[in-house]
């Protein structure tokens, strides 16, 4: 890559593994953060992070044009759901206000690729599973609405302004780098991963496990894990086939789905020490399943998760928890 590669989100969680990355394959990086998700990963050094507002517009164009960035990878956002369906008004200032700032004045600066993270949300409560990208988009709360929203935005650039895009929609992200310097951390924590193993370690309560009645073999909810390093690869991947033309929207997972009761097995097996968890009523807007059909990205990318059995993402997670 030639031109440099401005990353909004950069000190996040999956925005920290895609830098890593991009870096190890030889990109020029400048990350953009407001620094508002808590502890900043550790980058490589000789990236540039700078501190402030997607929706800056001054901030950005100055950025694309004296770092000559021809490309954004947009992970910046607000992502979780109960926060979404209280505070829709933070969702769609962030995810779409703040974020078509950023598309304008980055475009205009000269960005032409433009790789946005967005997500299995955008589906809602999905008729097949699993679930090709042609599926109906119902999103069943703000924040997949605001996503759906943003996807919505670059597929009318695209069609008017040539703009070269792709939407990764991730199902779980999960796990971490090998090394074991990038944690999975978001304040408050309400992902099953960390805390399975918290629980486990004696860090926090017993696991509360949201529902054990849905129609799945074991009655609890079943998601599709993917891990973060498998994620960062595809973003290189997109960006590189952007160079080649459009791409629109991927799913991202593995095709396999694992129940939160084979998530708690899975991190008992690696530690070694039981997870203590209890029953709880089901958690609001919770669909039973939610699998990818990733065979588009494998098609157009060549992409597919290596890195995704369950055991290996718990085993990355607890290593980089300490
Ligand atoms: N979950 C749970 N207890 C928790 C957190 C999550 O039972 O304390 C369940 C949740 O209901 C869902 C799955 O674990 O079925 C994954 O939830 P997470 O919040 O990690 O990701 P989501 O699927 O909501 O993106």
Known sequence: MSDGLLVTGGLGFVG?????????????????????????????DGVRVVTGDIGAAALVSALVRDERLGAMVHFAGKIQVGESVR????????????????????LDAGVSRVVFSSTAAVYGTPEIVPIPESSVREPVNPYGASKLAFERVLSAYGDAYGLRWAAPRYFNAAGAHPRGHLVERHEPETHLIPLVLDAALGRRPALRVFG??????????????????????????ALDALTRGAVGALNLGTGRGASVREVIDAAARALGRAVPFERAPRRDGDP????ADASRAGALLGWRARRSELEVIVEDARRSRG
Do not use: I, K, M, Q
């Open 16 to 44: 920290s593994h895609f830098v890593w990355a991009a870096h190890e394959a030889g990109a020029r990086v400048v990350v953009l953060d407001d620094r508002s998700g808590g502890e900043a990963a550790p980058l490589p």
């Open 87 to 106: 505070a829709p008004r933070l969702y769609f200032d962030h995810n779409v206000a703040r974020g078509l700032r950023l598309l304008d004045a980055a």
């Open 212 to 237: 054990d009645d849905y129609p799945t073999p074991d009655g609890t909810c079943v998601r599709d894990y993917v891990h973060v390093c498998d994620l960062a690869d595809a973003h290189l991947a």
């Open 288 to 291: 039973a399943a939610l699998v």
